[in-house]
Antibody, heavy 118, light 110 residues
Framework: EEQLLESGGGLVQPGGSLRLSCVAS????????MSWVRQAPGKGLEWVLG????????YYPDSVKGRLTISRDNSKNTLFLQINSLRAEDTAVYFC???????????WGQGILVTVSS | QTVVTQEPSFSVSPGGTVTLTCGLS?????????PSWYQQTPGLAPRTLIS???TRSSGVPDRFAGSILGNKAALTITGAQADDESDYYC??????????FGGGTQLTVL
């Protein structure tokens, strides 16, 4: 069974940093682009980052360049999201999703909550 | 900045048909945008319904159908059921690995 499991969320102070992890199982992880999608409380879904299967290419909208970084370790079937200089507006549930480049998101993790507050 | 537009809310009667749309603030949606649709119950992860305009995901009933209608992507639900009451999101591919989600449509079945 294909599965994605996020971890690493929690309460963080403004200005701090956080790294989220997403462990994949049940499929050939390195063969697929992966993405992070977030959802602020009471708001809609927002695609924030993508990475190619090899990890050689990353994709960002201008709104997150510089503070959010996506990476992967294919030897450990793990996707990462590094968030620096955390702001209140980064408070959201972060979903790991299988898909990216032009492929749709066909598998989702359960989501992990990040709360930025002093 | 490109904005993907969806109706904020929609209502359908049980057994009825409803079409949700997904457009662009400027320009038209085509198959080259690889539109996909997701259903989400608050507090849970999204469920993939439709990919590449009109391909249903495994396990999705054929009551759900995707298409291009005019200059928008569309999700039509035929024979709406109570458990179709959810939030529905479309996402469009903008090229260069970039995706943009629509704001979502809250569907009420009553």
């Amino acid at each position: 069974e294909e599965q994605l499991l996020e971890s690493g969320g929690g309460l963080v102070q403004p200005g701090g940093s956080l790294r989220l992890s997403c462990v994949a199982s049940g499929f050939s992880f390195s063969s697929y682009s992966m993405s992070w999608v977030r959802q602020a409380p009471g708001k809609g879904l927002e695609w924030v980052l993508g990475i190619s299967g090899s990890g050689d290419s990353t994709y960002y909208p201008d709104s997150v360049k510089g503070r959010l970084t996506i990476s992967r370790d294919n030897s450990k079937n793990t996707l990462f999201l590094q968030i620096n200089s955390l702001r209140a507006e980064d408070t959201a549930v972060y979903f790991c999703a299988k898909g990216g480049w032009y492929n749709h998101f066909d598998l989702w993790g359960q989501g992990i909550l990040v709360t930025v507050s002093s | 900045q490109t904005v993907v537009t969806q109706e904020p809310s929609f209502s359908v009667s049980p057994g009825g048909t409803v079409t949700l749309t997904c457009g662009l603030s400027s320009g038209s949606v085509s198959t080259n945008s690889y539109p996909s649709w997701y259903q989400q119950t608050p507090g849970l992860a999204p469920r993939t319904l439709i990919s590449n305009t009109n391909t249903r995901s495994s396990g999705v009933p054929d009551r759900f159908a995707g298409s291009i209608l005019g200059n928008k992507a569309a999700l039509t639900i035929t024979g709406a059921q109570a458990d179709d009451e959810s939030d529905y999101y479309c996402v469009l591919y903008m090229g260069s690995g970039i995706f943009v989600f629509g704001g979502g449509t809250q569907l009420t079945v009553l």
